[in-house]
């Protein structure tokens, strides 16, 4: 490459083409850059998108078989092999090759394609639309006409299909016999119970991402008390409720229609996936309320009504009936409880502590003046959309050095994950800020609810900054399975996310269960109902330069 000025004015204008949609500048651009550079995959990927949107369906598919030997990597925009070649077959559809269309599309297929009925749909796939080999491949059936039984043995049928296709880790072998059984007793098996079991078998993956949920339009598996719990080490607590609950905030839960809590929480334990043995005790309480989830399990005998046996604060027990409701998908994700309810930190006469103020926020800080010690919640890992998160950085660490704050602390106990490739900002301004990335001056809370991206995030300050972590483990591992893909079963509706990535965070020969605190303290109902913070007083009593760290 004797000019590489001129080449890589050339590479810019053809960012800018395809950035600008014009096709055809950019295709004859992208022509000469892979002319100048034939060994780059991003390169051939953006040829071959030019391409094939100016209709040149031929050229297109030589860069897309390029695209496909040489791989891409992109983090605008992730393409995945089976993404690659289901491109070449909607150039072979186009070009009116059935048979190489099929190949290529049952090659994606092959290699785990996302999104099935997309190509049921896809205008560029629509001479390919009306052969039934297509159907096959993509396993779709037409359940429009089956009874409950069949429905259901073709949503099980393209369950195990559907799992041995998408699951990072070999998945199939040991659910065959499982899914068979579960086949043959569709007719004695109601749908809350079938739902129950499929939670059973997904949750065997070692995939903490991996769950099924019922469809929003049956509300009758989506029953809930109107209850929110926490499951401390001594059992689970109400920590929220409706109104005309009140009088239940602050009580333990013993028993669920007579059923010992013990029994009920082991129950509900085997039918959620983890990637640790901790990550669990933050989803149970959410299935502790699911009525009908309950009732499939056999735990309760109504899904509409359940009697719970509690002990009240002042030590008192007694029985509640309490009716269930309908519950939207998003209430575990409602922080800190749903609008309307009460929250029991905000009843007491104590002042909330900082990780309860603002929890519903997707991010804030505060600074601590006498302490000189800025707190930094971080709740989810995306961008606000009054704020994006890489703007909020610049600006969390330019109050750090106007406060003249030298201890900082990250509190992730609420972050369920969201979008790693946030996260780049943030961790960079931690290694470059040498006031706060010192031993003593940087702390991280963790805890159950610090899961995916978050974990991601978690682990990358662990080995990146001298970061001490407080609180209690994290609900995931530095090196784990995970992504959110849902897919649906065609009767029921019922959704299924298996997840088809392994995030290797750390270093290959990190096998930790978790990221474990190096300040150990878990939370406690007793901390909880004074508006206490075990996390902060570790952290606020540790005020000394740690030179050996």
């Not at 390029?66 to 909607?90: H, M, N």
């Not at 049928?157 to 899914?179: D, Q």
């Not at 669920?256 to 929480?265: A, N, W």
């Not at 640790?276 to 399990?297: D, I, K, Q, S």
């Amino acid at each position: 490459m004797t000019d590489t000025a001129g080449y890589l004015r050339t590479l810019a204008r053809a960012k800018a083409q395809t950035d600008s949609e014009r096709w055809a500048e950019a295709a004859g651009l992208w022509e000469q850059v892979v002319a100048a550079n034939p060994v780059n995959g991003n390169h051939w990927d953006r040829l071959a998108q030019a391409r094939f949107e100016s209709h040149d369906y031929a050229g297109a598919l030589v860069a897309y078989e390029k695209v496909r030997d040489l791989g891409v990597w992109d983090q605008r925009e992730t393409v995945f092999p089976s993404a690659v070649w289901y491109r070449i077959a909607c150039c072979h559809a186009r070009l009116g090759d059935a048979e190489e269309a099929l190949r290529a599309l049952g090659r994606a297929v092959e290699l785990g394609l996302r999104d099935l009925e997309q190509a049921s749909r896809d205008e560029h796939l629509a001479s390919l639309h009306a052969n039934e080999r297509v159907r096959e491949v993509l396993g779709l059936s037409d359940v429009d006409c089956a009874g409950r039984d069949e429905g259901w043995r073709a949503d099980l049928r393209f369950f195990a299909r559907e799992v041995r296709r998408r699951a990072y880790r070999p998945a199939g072998s040991h659910l065959g016999p499982a899914v068979d059984e579960l086949h043959a007793a569709v007719p004695e098996l109601s749908d809350a119970q079938l739902l129950v079991r499929l939670c059973e078998l997904v949750a065997t993956l070692g995939d903490g991402h991996a769950f099924v949920e019922a469809p929003e339009e049956r509300a009758d598996l989506r029953m809930s008390l109107p209850l929110q719990l926490f499951l401390f080490a001594d059992g689970p607590f109400v920590t929220a409720a409706a109104p005309e609950h009140e009088a239940l905030l602050g009580a333990q839960v013993l028993a669920f229609d007579g059923e010992p809590v013990e029994r009920v929480v082991s129950a509900v334990d085997r039918t959620i996936g983890r990637d640790n043995e901790h990550g669990p005790t933050a989803v149970v309480p959410w299935r502790l309320v699911r009525t009908a989830f309950l009732h499939g399990l056999g735990m309760v005998g109504d899904p509409a009504s359940v009697t719970l046996t509690v002990r009240s604060p002042d030590g008192t027990t007694r029985t509640v009936p309490v009716a269930a409701q309908p519950a939207p998908a998003t209430l575990p994700r409602v922080l800190p409880c749903p609008a309307g309810w009460r929250f029991l930190p905000e009843t007491l006469t104590e002042p909330l502590p900082l990780y309860l103020r603002n929890c519903g926020a997707s991010y804030w800080y505060t600074s601590l003046a006498p302490q000189r010690l800025t707190y930094f919640q971080l709740n989810r890992v995306a961008d606000d959309p009054g704020e994006p998160l890489a703007a909020f950085v610049e600006r969390l660490f330019a109050a750090i050095a106007v406060a003249g704050s030298d201890r900082l602390v990250i509190d992730l106990r609420w972050n369920g994950g969201g979008n790693t490739f946030l996260t780049p900002p943030l961790l960079h301004r931690l290694i470059a800020c040498d006031r706060v990335n010192r031993a003593g001056g940087l702390f991280v809370i963790i805890g159950r609810r610090t899961f995916s991206a978050a974990q991601n995030l978690a682990t990358l300050i662990g080995d990146h900054t001298r970061a001490i972590f407080v609180g209690e483990p994290t609900g995931s591992s530095p090196t784990f399975v995970g992504e959110t893909i849902p897919f649906r079963l065609p009767y029921s509706g019922f959704c299924v996310n298996v997840s088809d990535l392994y995030w290797q965070t750390s270093w290959p020969m990190d096998h930790r269960s978790w990221i474990a605190p190096e300040l150990y303290a878990p939370p406690t109902f007793a901390a909880y109902a004074a508006n206490r913070d075990p996390a902060m007083e570790a952290i606020l009593s540790c005020d000394e330069h740690l030179p050996g760290w």
